[in-house]
């Protein structure tokens, strides 16, 4: 008898399950299982997602509940893998401990390459995984290179089409089937969400605010960002306000930004939270209050808004994050991008005023090469076939507007395009200058 252990570590994560089970992804099995995975810095200062508004919702789709934190406690689920020869001892542990018996066990997961999703594919060998994309990392390649023992036992990847016509980058190494998920799914999960959220009062037709993830920033550019966008949204008009905090971050500099809103003549709210302090899914606010204009700087919401909701949008601060954000591989980078390449500037009033949807044409045409550019000096050994496309963009497309995502230094290292000023590329093609150069280096070593 099989057993479906669906992997969540947000409430995002856990509705795109939901509504990956209602539009019949997954095969009939004996048990279906939401194991909850908080992967906070600090678990205990974050809010549980027991007490996220409407998560009894979410749970009606499974026939149990556990959680990941309590298997593996006191190590932290973000950082941990089991050693090889402890597989088989978590192996019958977690089965007696979840009463498994002895079948197949298959695995949804989130992250191929990072626990907690690693140790569970580690844990249950053999079984098939299909892996889900709730956000936009999963437009970017692997975070690293993954076990075939892993790799070739996936059998789908899931994604919920945030960018109208772009595939997922996660796993095609492996030439994994992708397959998205129907937006009426989605919609009805966000529609019982909204249902089932009540206790908040807030002004319709405001401009919802969404604040980056804990860490992405340093605290200071974090509140700078915040005041930016308050400052944005009311210049663009909008008097009323709402701040819409990150679901993991345990601090938000709400007064600061309150404190700007009237200076500027406008009022600004966060929505009443959940019990234990868990703020409101953003998509909850997208359906119960039909913001006028929603503004963020990365956050995969943005699309939620645009695509599924035909709100307008716009972003600020992507620019400072993709300067900020380091390493290079950062996963961050690639949702950075994406936004930055299709929204619209908050400072652009005209372009916020004069959006039109976004269609697989607009995207192929803002997104043309440059995935696959970003992607390439990302990660160079899990996607080495990339290199040609790279190179391609980078001869072609390299300009003021395009360089802010890449880093001089790191196409350098890759032997890319761009590393050298076009007006001192004559250097590289000169003989006589690199031998110079390599004797001087000569000299240094000894």
């Given at each position: 008898?099989?057993?479906?252990?669906?992997?969540?570590?947000?409430t995002?994560?856990?509705?795109?399950?939901?509504?990956?089970?209602?539009?019949?992804c997954?095969?009939?099995?004996?048990r279906r299982i939401l194991?909850?995975?908080?992967?906070?810095?600090?678990?205990?200062?974050?809010?549980?997602?027991?007490?996220?508004?409407?998560?009894?919702?979410?749970?009606?789709?499974?026939?149990?509940?556990?959680?990941?934190?309590?298997?593996?406690?006191p190590?932290?689920?973000?950082?941990?893998?089991p050693?090889?020869?402890?597989?088989p001892?978590?192996?019958?542990?977690?089965r007696?401990?979840?009463?498994?018996?002895d079948?197949?066990?298959?695995?949804?997961?989130?992250?191929?390459?990072?626990?907690?999703?690693?140790?569970?594919?580690?844990?249950?060998?053999?079984g098939?995984?299909?892996?889900?994309?709730?956000?936009?990392?999963?437009y970017?390649?692997?975070?690293?290179?993954?076990?075939?023992?892993i790799?070739?036992?996936v059998?789908?990847?899931?994604?919920?089409?945030?960018?109208?016509?772009?595939e997922?980058?996660?796993?095609?190494?492996?030439?994994?089937?992708?397959?998205?998920l129907?937006?009426?799914?989605?919609?009805?999960?966000?529609?019982?969400l909204?249902?089932a959220?009540?206790?908040?009062?807030?002004?319709?037709?405001?401009?919802?605010?969404?604040?980056?993830?804990?860490?992405?920033?340093?605290?200071?550019?974090e509140?700078?960002l915040?005041?930016?966008?308050?400052?944005?949204?009311v210049?663009?008009?909008?008097?009323?306000?709402v701040?819409?905090?990150?679901?993991?971050?345990?601090?938000?500099?709400?007064?600061?930004?309150?404190?700007?809103?009237?200076?500027?003549?406008?009022g600004?709210?966060?929505?009443?939270?959940?019990?234990?302090?868990?703020?409101?899914p953003?998509?909850?606010?997208?359906?119960?209050?039909?913001?006028?204009?929603?503004?963020?700087?990365s956050?995969?919401?943005?699309?939620?808004?645009?695509?599924f909701?035909?709100?307008?949008?716009?972003?600020?601060?992507?620019?400072?994050?993709?300067?900020r954000?380091?390493?290079?591989?950062?996963?961050a980078?690639?949702?950075?991008?994406?936004?930055?390449?299709?929204?619209p500037?908050?400072?652009?009033?005209?372009?916020?005023?004069e959006?039109?949807?976004l269609?697989?044409?607009?995207?192929?045409?803002?997104?043309?090469?440059?995935?696959?550019?970003?992607?390439?000096?990302?990660?160079?050994?899990?996607?080495?076939?990339?290199?040609?496309?790279?190179?391609?963009?980078?001869?072609?497309?390299?300009?003021?507007?395009?360089?802010?995502?890449f880093?001089r230094?790191?196409?350098?290292?890759?032997?890319?395009?761009?590393?050298?000023?076009?007006?001192l590329?004559?250097?590289?093609?000169?003989?006589?200058?690199?031998?110079?150069?390599?004797?001087?280096?000569?000299?240094?070593?000894?």
């Amino acid at each position: 008898m099989t057993v479906q252990i669906f992997a969540a570590s947000s409430t995002h994560g856990t509705a795109v399950l939901a509504a990956a089970v209602d539009a019949g992804c997954f095969e009939d099995a004996a048990r279906r299982i939401l194991l909850l995975c908080d992967t906070a810095p600090v678990p205990e200062a974050t809010p549980p997602a027991a007490s996220v508004p409407g998560a009894g919702v979410l749970r009606s789709r499974f026939d149990e509940v556990l959680s990941w934190n309590d298997a593996v406690f006191p190590l932290h689920p973000a950082a941990w893998t089991p050693r090889p020869d402890d597989v088989p001892l978590w192996e019958r542990h977690l089965r007696r401990a979840w009463d498994l018996g002895d079948g197949e066990v298959e695995l949804v997961l989130e992250s191929p390459h990072d626990s907690p999703a690693q140790a569970l594919a580690q844990v249950f060998t053999g079984g098939p995984v299909t892996v889900y994309v709730p956000g936009l990392t999963g437009y970017g390649p692997t975070g690293g290179k993954i076990s075939p023992l892993i790799g070739t036992r996936v059998r789908q990847v899931l994604h919920p089409d945030l960018v109208p016509g772009l595939e997922p980058m996660l796993l095609a190494e492996y030439d994994v089937p992708v397959r998205t998920l129907p937006r009426a799914a989605l919609l009805k999960v966000y529609s019982e969400l909204a249902d089932a959220t009540d206790g908040f009062a807030s002004p319709e037709g405001a401009a919802l605010l969404l604040m980056p993830e804990p860490g992405a920033l340093p605290v200071a550019a974090e509140t700078e960002l915040g005041l930016r966008m308050v400052r944005g949204a009311v210049a663009l008009g909008h008097t009323r306000l709402v701040l819409q905090p990150h679901p993991r971050a345990s601090a938000v500099p709400s007064g600061a930004l309150r404190e700007e809103a009237a200076r500027l003549g406008a009022g600004l709210t966060v929505p009443a939270v959940g019990t234990g302090g868990a703020p409101v899914p953003a998509e909850v606010l997208f359906e119960r209050l039909r913001p006028a204009l929603v503004v963020g700087c990365s956050s995969a919401a943005l699309l939620t808004a645009s695509v599924f909701y035909g709100l307008p949008v716009a972003r600020t601060g992507t620019g400072t994050l993709l300067e900020r954000l380091a390493p290079y591989e950062n996963p961050a980078r690639i949702p950075a991008t994406i936004i930055d390449a299709l929204l619209p500037d908050l400072a652009d009033t005209a372009a916020v005023r004069e959006q039109s949807p976004l269609t697989p044409e607009t995207v192929a045409g803002a997104l043309d090469g440059l995935l696959e550019a970003v992607a390439f000096a990302m990660r160079p050994r899990v996607r080495p076939d990339l290199r040609p496309a790279a190179e391609r963009y980078l001869s072609t497309r390299l300009d003021a507007g395009t360089w802010r995502y890449f880093k001089r230094r790191r196409l350098g290292s890759l032997a890319l395009p761009g590393a050298v000023p076009r007006r001192l590329a004559f250097v590289r093609r000169n003989a006589t200058l690199r031998r110079m150069a390599r004797r001087a280096r000569a000299l240094a070593r000894r």
